[in-house]
């Protein structure tokens, strides 16, 4: 339904109830000046269904407000929030679904080089965030449960990145709520600036040849499901390949 017909709709309904009290006051006017007459019973009548019309239109109007009008705006304000979030995603966002990731080297605070060149074959996830940013804390403990169950599997890689963190600021952190998935720190935004201009926290699914297959921007619950879903197909795809591989 909308804007127009909703308003249109609501005037029906004040046309209704002005006419209902219109014929109540009318009908009870001449009843009680026609009370000892035959006619008396018809205004009683026209009286009583204009007391009811009242509000049953009345109660007509909450039932399109509460069943019709309240689902269409939030689908209005749901698609503008996309559209919103879809505009600034694109304004901010250096590299698309679809495109091919951006190769980088970094040192992990472990020790140890992640090198995404080097994953050519894997499914990678890869997530920007910041110490100070709250949607990344919120975030983050997630991203330890995705670690966490998908870990012991070795087609899976994973990298939380720090932007303008260091790496002293990555380990703290990490050490402070017990997180053990791979992390790095990225001070300068070298790696950052290869997929993004700004926005916070910011999680990517690399396929194994090498292509994003999922991009989002904040902390969306939702989308968390989505990218866990969609980190269990590729593996099982792997595994599946893998399988007719060793058959043949």
Known sequence: MSGEAYNFIVWAVFIGVMIAIGVLVFSFGFMI???????????????????????????????????VMMPYLARKQ??????????????TSVVQVGDSAPVFSMM???GEEFSLSAA??????????????GPCRRETPYLQQIWET???????????I????????????????RFTFPA???????????????????????????????YTVGFYEEDLKQLKVLLDQQLAN?????????AE
Not at 44 to 57: E, F, T
Not at 238 to 246: C, G, K, W, Y
């Open 238 to 246: 792997l595994t599946a390949d893998q399988t007719v591989s060793a």
């Open 78 to 91: 749901m698609e503008e929030f996309n559209t919103a979030q879809a505009e600034r995603f694109a304004r």
């Open 150 to 160: 998908r870990k012991h599997n070795p087609r899976f890689r994973m990298l939380v």
């Open 108 to 110: 992990m605070t472990n």
């Open 184 to 214: 790095a720190a990225d001070p300068d935004r070298s790696v950052y600036s290869l997929y993004a201009k700004e926005l916070i926290p910011r999680t990517l699914v690399i396929s194994p040849e090498g292509k994003i297959l999922f």
């Open 33 to 67: 000046l026609r009370w000892n007459t035959a006619k008396r019973r018809g205004h009683v009548v026209r009286l009583l269904l204009s007391i009811a019309a009242v509000p049953c239109l009345f109660g007509s109007l909450q039932a399109i407000n509460w069943w």
């Open 162 to 177: 720090g932007r303008e963190e260091t790496t002293k600021s990555v380990q703290d952190f990490c050490e402070e709520f």
């Open 120 to 133: 050519r074959g894997d499914v990678v996830l890869i997530n920007f965030y910041s110490n100070w940013c």
